[in-house]
């Protein structure tokens, strides 16, 4: 079981193959934690080697262990070529292209596999784990291009380039500089190893790029997720909108979960609003507009798609994800490495971070245009005509929309025959996992604008005041962020709004 130790002081997390957290794997990879191999693993761990051993010196024939690979796997190869068959292995895969990975999700990578190893079921030597918790807790990180990856056999390239720098080649990021993995090991003190039977193979198979990835887009999806609530009611209040349609007798007609906790996140935040009572009586208005008035559904059903995702993520790490695996003295192929269920539902994130885009648009708009805010000046410019206002603030909004829209197109739906058509179907979850981090990346960008957006429009509110927490809300924005008196380059309070919302700044506000 997963546990928790000190060592001198610092938290150390034990693997043993068990699922991981999201929060275990974000506090490790934000170097807040060690990780360690629990000493029940490595028993497993070394009862599965045995197995591997004892082919090796037989005369059985087994795949991945005595074999090629892919379309070669009829090859049988003989016993003094074993360890040049793993080198080339891992050699010949570090095909991967673009910009390097974070080294969050490089560092989520490594512990990933070092876990998923830690089950005791790929046949790996105890040091091939020990040397992957080395680089993690060195922090020594493998440069691991974010392309080439079709999801099956799993995440092959990048965790090729991570193989690499075991065996002192490829390039990491070390104490700040991009240098020769072999330089770096050496001082660090680590020394790299000659992969036996197996072990190549068993480094290479596996989702831990696509999960680690993924897993991250996941946190910050469910961080946005929450704050459009709190968008949300500071444009309600700007809007003189009404939050009768978050009633809790209305959400408990309609039971999911998701809707539930949305409407009662919004229910607090509009708690106490001098607004509201200002036009509670004798208001002609009958109901609000749908991006108002729904936000319980829609932002309700994001909640339980992003949950579902989060918990297929983590069922994935302490999946045993490469091929064949070791159950006994039986040796099993089997196809664990497929990224389909990450992929499908990578693929369900980014749609439903769309949508929550997609309604706080129509938010923004309605705060803006002068047809629908409700008496605020157009643009919520003091001096329309002369000055834009927010005119292009929108824009840009509208801009970051339509791309995620392009981007939510799944990519699961999509597969390439590779390896001479041995692997005939594969699960683009990569793709999955890179598009679903680019949509969240919008989408922080967007939830910045329409805050900014609620903001200016509560400017024109006064003396009235929004509710506690809006209110609340509002003055730690403008910390951040002055009111628009007059036009000026917006682009640098966008982005710094942005920036502090995937830092957490508005996290008190996040329930």
């Not at 938010?363 to 000046?377: A, K, Q, S, V, Y």
């Amino acid at each position: 079981m997963v546990s928790m130790s000190t060592d001198a002081g610092r938290a150390v997390l034990e693997l043993d193959g068990r699922p991981l957290s999201l929060d275990q794997i974000n506090q490790v990879a934000r170097g807040s934690m060690d990780a360690a191999i629990a000493p029940a693993a490595r028993q497993r761990i070394r009862a599965s080697r045995a197995v591997v051993e004892r082919i090796g010196a037989s005369n059985e024939t087994a795949y991945g262990i005595n074999t090629g690979f892919g379309k070669l796997s009829d090859l049988r190869i003989s016993p003094g070529d074993l360890q040049q068959l793993q080198r080339n292995l891992v050699r010949s895969h570090a095909c991967g292209l673009g910009e390097p990975l974070e080294e969050a999700e490089v560092r989520a990578m490594l512990l990933l596999r070092a876990n998923v190893l830690a089950k005791g079921l790929s046949g790996v030597r105890s040091v091939v784990v020990d040397l992957l918790l080395g680089l993690l807790n060195h922090r020594l990180h493998p440069v691991i291009p974010a392309k080439g990856s079709v999801g099956a056999s799993g995440d092959l390239a990048p965790l090729a380039h991570l193989a690499l720098v075991l065996i002192g080649e490829g390039e990491v990021f070390y104490q700040g500089t991009r240098m020769p993995a072999a330089a770096a090991l050496e001082q660090a003190g680590l020394t790299p190893l000659v992969l036996e039977a197996k072990e190549g193979l068993a480094l290479l198979n596996g989702t831990q790029a696509m999960t680690a990835v993924g897993s991250f887009a996941v946190l910050r999806a469910q961080r946005v997720n929450r704050l459009f609530d709190l968008a949300g009611a500071m444009a309600l209040e700007a809007l003189r909108g009404t939050p009768v349609a978050f009633d809790e007798r209305i959400h408990q007609a309609r039971p999911h979960p998701g809707q539930l906790q949305a409407a009662g996140h919004l229910r607090a935040l509009l708690e106490d609003s001098e607004i509201r009572e200002s036009h509670r009586l004798n208001d002609p208005r009958v109901q609000d507009a749908y991006c108002l008035r729904c936000m319980p559904q829609v932002h309700g059903a994001a909640r339980g798609v992003l949950q579902h995702v989060r918990q297929v993520l983590e069922i994935e790490t302490g999946s045993a994800t490469d091929n064949p695996l070791i159950f006994g003295d039986e040796v099993i192929s089997g196809g664990n490495f497929h990224g389909a269920p990450l992929g499908l539902a990578l693929d369900y994130a980014a749609i439903a971070v769309t949508d929550l885009m997609s309604i706080s648009e129509r938010r923004i708009d309605r705060l803006i245009n002068p047809d629908c805010n409700e008496g605020l000046p157009p643009f919520l410019s003091q001096h329309a005509g002369l000055s834009s206002g927010l005119m292009i603030v929108h824009v840009t909004a509208a801009a970051l929309l339509s791309e995620a829209k392009v981007l939510a197109h799944p990519a699961s739906v999509d597969s390439l025959p590779t390896s001479g058509g041995k692997e005939d179907h594969v699960s683009m979850g990569m793709t999955a996992a890179l598009k679903l981090k680019q949509i969240v990346e919008n989408a922080e960008r967007v939830l910045a604008i329409e805050l900014i957006t609620a903001a200016q429009a509560l400017e024109y509110r006064r003396p009235l005041k929004a509710a506690t927490e809006v209110e609340r809300a509002r003055q730690f924005l403008r910390n951040m962020v002055p009111p628009l008196e007059e036009d000026r380059v917006m682009a640098g309070d966008m982005e710094r709004v942005a920036k502090g919302i995937r830092d957490g700044d508005f996290d008190s506000w996040s329930a």
